[in-house]
T-cell receptor, first 115, second 108 residues
Framework: GAGVSQSPRYKVAKRGRDVALRCDSISGHVTLYWYRQTLGQGSEVLTYSQSDAQRDKSGRPSGRFSAERPERSVSTLKIQRTEQGDSAVYLC?????????????FGPGTRLTVL | RKEVEQDPGPFNVPEGATVAFNCTYSNSASQSFFWYRQDCRKEPKLLMSVYSSGNEDGRFTAQLNRASQYISLLIRDSKLSDSATYLCVGGGGFKTIFGAGTRLFVKA
């Protein structure tokens, strides 16, 4: 069956511009996570949401990062006023249950380069 | 101090060797732990869950020591295909923390 997909796979943005990254999760999965992965620093969670939340409950609140969930299995991570330090791979993951770390299924990631 | 710490390696081992990774965590409230495997330029994939009683899956054994706050992964009879980065993951509630990963290279 279809897994988690992300688009675009690669994104180049000029510093200061806003970007939007899309994640299509697995149908029926409740929780969606966004991670930022950088070489040598591993992965950090940016935000997560449950399907019944209209607004994301950010695991790591940051004014420039926000996520929207227009449909149960779709999430869009928005980064405002990108900075060079935002260059990283952004991974989306979904899990079947609400709350609690559990098996997460990851998308292939979007590699963002901010110039 | 990072909440989840791993030795980044790399570990270079010959085929057939036994290799062990350790991971320490600082948040005693962490409830669940996992090992994920990540191949180069691929997404992380769950390798196995970690329980206090230990968890064995073929050549892989994971163990959790709550008193010392560390998690271990043992790989026996390593294969070339085991070459990857192994991520230690812990958390509770919605909080999920990844370690930076330990790189393993298995050589013929």
């Amino acid at each position: 069956g279809a897994g988690v997909s992300q688009s675009p796979r690669y994104k180049v943005a000029k510093r200061g511009r806003d970007v939007a990254l899309r994640c299509d999760s697995i149908s029926g999965h409740v929780t969606l996570y966004w991670y930022r992965q950088t070489l040598g620093q591993g992965s950090e969670v940016l935000t997560y949401s449950q399907s019944d939340a209209q607004r994301d409950k950010s695991g790591r609140p940051s004014g420039r990062f926000s996520a929207e969930r227009p449909e149960r299995s779709v999430s869009t991570l928005k980064i405002q006023r990108t900075e060079q330090g935002d260059s990283a791979v952004y991974l989306c993951a979904s899990s079947l249950v609400a709350g609690g770390p559990c098996e997460q299924f990851f998308g292939p990631g979007t590699r963002l380069t901010v110039l | 101090r990072k909440e989840v710490e791993q030795d980044p390696g790399p570990f270079n081992v010959p085929e057939g060797a036994t290799v062990a990774f350790n991971c320490t965590y600082s948040n005693s409230a962490s409830q669940s732990f996992f090992w994920y495997r990540q191949d180069c330029r691929k997404e992380p994939k769950l390798l196995m869950s970690v329980y206090s009683s230990g968890n064995e899956d073929g050549r892989f054994t994971a163990q959790l020591n709550r008193a010392s706050q560390y998690i271990s992964l043992l790989i026996r009879d390593s294969k070339l295909s085991d070459s990857a980065t192994y991520l230690c993951v812990g958390g509770g509630g919605f909080k999920t923390i990844f370690g930076a990963g330990t790189r393993l290279f298995v050589k013929a």
